[in-house]
């Protein structure tokens, strides 16, 4: 279950924009440190960036979420869950339950860790769901290495639906549906021209934006108006 290196980079750890009583606004972001084994520095929240987004995004989570988050750069198409995740499980600076949010993902409002822990599953137009989505997705390490070597996931499916379908199925009870389509949960942001309205909507009201390379393109200037109120 390998990967290219150079897909994902750990780039350092943002703090909320509230600063923490042993906080200072000097440390408000930080750079990538030697891991240590105190639960201090240990991170629940891994968020993934496309390289060049990382300080926008960066500061998006630590203005929505109180706690530091782990920030790791990955290039366009190097966002599968399988090889990020296996990389993790090693990372001695995450904590044993975890959460990774795939690139581009913005909260729009005030985020907790119990809605971060939530199991989703992304239902699209249609109607069909998908495991496979940017949204925040818990696990456990223990939970990973066990699907890992289980005989009903084979070792050289490379598909992120059938892994987290699989992951689903075994340790997570009856994920929530959530959709661009119904509710006021995410709006997802997949092409260069999207209508405005529907971004500014998706800010104002719904809990995430989501974006692919493309898309972010187009959302950026939104969240830059997010970060200054």
Request: net charge negative; glycine share 6%.
């Amino acid at each position: 279950m390998t990967r290219k290196a150079e897909k994902t980079e750990v780039v350092g750890a943002v703090a909320p924009t509230t600063a923490q009583p042993e906080q200072t606004s000097e440390n408000a972001v930080a750079t990538q440190q030697e891991p240590t084994s105190t639960t201090e520095e240990m991170y629940k929240v891994v968020v993934c960036a496309y390289k060049g987004t990382e300080d926008l995004v960066a500061k998006a989570w630590g203005k929505m979420y109180d706690k530091p988050v782990l920030i790791v750069s990955v290039d366009e198409g190097g966002d599968d869950v399988r090889g990020i995740a296996t990389e993790l499980i090693a990372n001695n600076q995450v904590c044993e339950q975890f959460v990774l949010v795939k690139p581009n993902t913005i909260p729009c409002a005030r985020i907790s860790d119990a809605e971060l822990s939530l199991p989703l599953v992304y239902v699209d137009k249609a109607g069909e769901p998908h495991f496979s989505h940017r949204l925040p997705m818990p696990f456990d390490k223990n939970n990973l290495v066990d699907a890992f070597g289980s005989d009903d996931y084979p070792a050289n499916d490379e598909n992120d639906e059938n892994f987290l379908r699989s992951y689903a199925e075994r340790f997570l009870t009856r994920p929530i549906q959530v959709s661009h389509n119904f509710g006021n949960y995410v709006t997802i942001v997949l092409r260069g021209n999207p209508c405005n309205a529907v971004i500014a909507e998706g800010i104002s009201r719904r809990k995430f934006i989501c974006a692919n390379a493309v898309g972010f393109k187009a959302v950026e200037p939104f969240v830059e108006a997010l970060l200054s109120k």
